[in-house]
């Protein structure tokens, strides 16, 4: 059984994409919409608006796997700490 899209912040949304090579396009779209677009095939996606501290609904989540053809498997994979490393530098 997969696991369950849940909201994101627009932060944490982004830093996710960004293990696919998807990043936000400097600027804006049309009404204050923001724009992602994949660095490998050029593959744009507009979202809506989010105002302070809204999250990106699922139903937008989902809407963006399906267009850049991303796996829930890899999503939930996306920005997972791998097993053995550690968060700070050790010197």
Not at 63 to 79: D, T
């Amino acid at each position: 059984m997969s696991k369950k899209l849940s909201p994101l912040s627009r932060q944490k949304f982004l830093r996710k994409l960004k293990h696919f090579g998807i990043f936000e396009v400097p600027g804006r779209g049309k009404g204050g919409e923001f724009i992602i677009r994949c660095s490998e095939t050029g593959v744009i996606f507009t979202l809506p608006h989010l105002k302070q501290g809204e999250d990106v609904r699922v139903c937008y989540i989902q809407a963006v796997l399906r267009r850049f053809g991303i796996s829930r498997e890899s999503w939930f994979k996306a920005g997972q700490k791998k097993q053995g490393t550690r968060d700070t530098d050790v010197n």
